[in-house]
């Protein structure tokens, strides 16, 4: 049995770690330390300051965000 691909977000991830070095655990709790709260502060912030790209930043995100929902 094969395992299925991951689908949204999460279908960022493995080249997220691959790409930057870090766990995605590591971007989450970035995420979740940060003062700001909105989405695409969130994502500006991840680009500018951790050189990540936008599609990355978006997902990690995007992920973290729906976390609560």
């Known amino acids: 049995m094969t395992a299925t691909p991951a ?3 999460a279908s960022y991830f493995p080249s997220i770690e691959t790409k930057y070095g870090h766990p ?3 971007w ?3 995420i979740r330390s ?3 709260d909105k989405h695409m502060e969130l994502v500006g ?3 500018s300051e951790h ?7 978006n997902a ?3 992920h973290v965000r729906a976390e609560g929902k």
């Open 7 to 9: 689908k949204g977000p």
């Open 24 to 26: 995605v655990a590591y």
């Open 28 to 30: 989450f709790d970035l």
């Open 34 to 36: 940060s003062p700001l």
């Open 45 to 47: 912030w991840l680009k």
């Open 51 to 57: 050189g990540l790209g936008h599609g990355h930043a």
């Open 60 to 62: 990690l995100v995007a």
